[in-house]
């Protein structure tokens, strides 16, 4: 009985982390949604490293809401190319990692 106890306990705190990451995912779309909504079509943004797309401040990766090549195509050949937050963080720690292995020792 132990073990039928652990595995249901198992089974439902990942049950409960699934219903938790679709409940974030849901209210990121919503977000995304109003931002969509207010700003023209010119206005969107695409990262340049990760393809991740932002309306105002939000970033979604809008592949799989693509889902067709050729609108893929076209928003990766129409949108502007920008950065987002988590790339930025990324590349600035890299470059700051990188420059401090070029300093002299002291
Ligand atoms: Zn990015």
Not at 15 to 31: F, I, K, N, P, S
Not at 35 to 43: N, V
Not at 63 to 85: D, F, I, M, Q, W
């Amino acid at each position: 009985m132990d073990e039928v106890h652990r595995e249901l306990l198992r089974r439902a705190q990942e049950a409960v982390a699934e219903a938790t990451r679709a409940h974030r995912r849901a209210a990121e779309l919503r977000a995304f949604v109003s931002a969509l909504r207010a700003i023209r079509p010119g206005e969107l943004v695409r990262c340049a490293w990760c393809d991740r797309v932002a309306a105002g401040e939000y970033w979604i990766d809008p592949y799989p809401l693509l889902g067709a090549n050729a609108l893929r195509e076209r928003l990766r050949k129409s949108a502007s190319h920008g950065v987002c937050p988590d790339c930025f963080e990324r590349v600035m720690t890299a470059s700051e990692r990188q420059r401090a292995q070029r300093l002299p020792l002291p």
